[in-house]
């Protein structure tokens, strides 16, 4: 089975430039998740979705950050504009929840974006 | 709020030796506990869950982990260490929000294995 898909794999830009990171999660799964990796700062988690609604984006670092999820199979994350403190792997994630269960499914990882601001 | 403590941000043991990483975790409602291991370049992986059933739960790749409530802590162990096993581990607690819920994940440990 296909696993959680993350696009592009790299990508260095210059600083001013719009960002924009792509993800297919899972399919079946109704919860994705944007988290962003740093040495300093460790996995933070950004913004998540269920049933492509945003249920928490107390995360996302300021307003030049933006995600979206039109449809179950596709989500993206967008910096506009990037600096380079914006540079770090980005990892997107999903999971099935199942409403009015306790029963909790891990979340499944793509491989991330590295992503580098000149 | 939940949290989670891995203390330490390295440990290295010899091929063969016993693997013990430590995890403390903070909740107000009986949580979930899961192990990640994120391999260079990579996504993290699930290594092993616990969902409220046996409190020693066994993992891929040799690894278990035992949940002890008294102590808040969910420690991850291998009898054996292999080179392979060389990595980055990320214990993490959900709040059991069903759909709605989350995982705080840990600093994560780097585990190096010595020939």
């Known amino acids: 089975d296909a696993g959680v898909i993350q696009s592009p794999r790299h990508e260095v830009t210059e600083m001013g430039q719009e960002v924009t990171l792509r993800c297919k999660p899972i399919?079946?799964?109704?919860?994705l998740f944007w988290y962003r990796q740093t040495m300093m700062r460790g996995l933070e988690l950004l913004i998540y979705?269920?049933?492509?609604?945003?249920?928490?984006d107390s995360g996302m670092p300021e307003d030049r950050f933006s995600a979206k999820m039109p449809n179950a199979s596709f989500s993206t994350l967008k910096i506009q504009p990037s600096e380079p403190r914006d540079s770090a792997v980005y990892f997107c994630?999903?999971?099935?929840?199942?409403?009015?269960?306790?029963?909790?499914?891990?979340?499944?990882f793509g491989d991330g974006t590295r992503l580098s601001i000149l | 709020a939940q949290s989670v403590t891995q203390l330490g941000s390295h440990v290295s043991v010899s091929e063969g030796a016993l693997v013990l990483l430590r995890c403390n975790y903070s909740?107000?409602?009986?949580?979930?506990l899961f192990w990640y291991v994120q391999y260079p370049n990579q996504g993290l992986q699930l290594l092993l869950k616990y969902t409220s059933a046996a409190t020693l739960v066994k993992g891929i790749n040799g690894f278990e982990a035992e949940f002890k409530k008294s102590e808040t802590s969910f420690h991850l162990t291998k009898p054996s260490a292999h080179m392979s096993d060389a990595a980055e581990y990320f214990c993490a607690v959900s709040d059991r929000g069903g759909a709605n819920s989350k995982l705080t994940f840990g600093k994560g440990i780097t585990l190096s294995v010595r020939p």
């Open positions: 979705f269920n049933n492509n609604v945003p249920i928490d």
């Open positions: 994630a999903s999971s099935l929840s199942r409403t009015g269960s306790n029963y909790d499914q891990p979340q499944h």
């Open positions: 399919s079946g799964h109704n919860s």
């Open positions: 909740s107000s409602v009986p949580p979930y």
